[in-house]
């Protein structure tokens, strides 16, 4: 299943930005929580810490600033992304926070993604796959009991920019196949 966390964009003044949980075998995985959604899923009557790992799709505020909120209240989740986005991740909130990267990094587990890999998880599984974006940015499946979901992250799906970019050369005839698939 999915607890929607919120469902508006970075631009909302008024909206909560898009992030879920998505529940595998009774277990919670965040993905790009907003902020204060701790608070969301009290509301919902759900304990926040029934989730155990956060997915990071990219470092774009309106998708990180939950997941380091979700780091500093909770004691060891699970921090899944690639490790590009990793290392932009800790980049940024140690030069926020102010806090030593040595810190940070005992607050909680980084479980490296590799793109297209099957990971295990809760029995079902996860694999990732990159969208097309500003910076470094990931999309996931969730595979559980013969259903699926399937989330881009942020992502250009216009066809006449893919198109474009693979006549400049700048993506690859695979790469267009896979993003006008999507």
């Not at 989730?51 to 780091?71: M, P, S, Y």
């Not at 881009?152 to 216009?158: E, I, Q, R, V, Y």
Request: with cysteine; aromatic share 12%.
């Amino acid at each position: 299943g999915i607890t929607m966390l919120g469902n508006s964009h970075g631009f909302d003044q008024n909206g909560t930005t898009t992030g879920f949980v998505v529940w595998l075998n009774r277990r919670g995985i965040m993905v790009d929580p907003p902020p204060y959604s701790s608070k969301y899923l009290r509301l919902y009557g759900i304990a926040p810490t029934l989730i155990r790992e956060v997915i990071l799709t990219h470092c774009h505020a309106d998708h990180d600033a939950g997941a380091f909120q979700k780091i500093l209240e909770e004691h060891r989740v699970t921090l899944m992304t690639t490790p590009v986005i990793y290392a932009s991740f800790m980049r940024k909130y140690t030069a926020i926070s102010g806090f030593p990267q040595e810190f940070l990094q005992r607050l909680f587990v980084f479980r490296p993604v590799i793109i297209g890999e099957k990971i295990p998880l809760h029995g079902g599984f996860l694999r990732f796959f990159y969208s097309l974006h500003s910076i470094p940015c990931v999309g996931l499946e969730a595979h559980y009991g013969g259903k699926s979901l399937v989330y881009s992250g942020d992502t250009l799906n216009h066809g006449p920019s893919i198109k474009k970019l693979f006549e400049r050369g700048l993506i690859s005839e695979e790469r267009k196949k896979q993003l006008l698939n999507f």
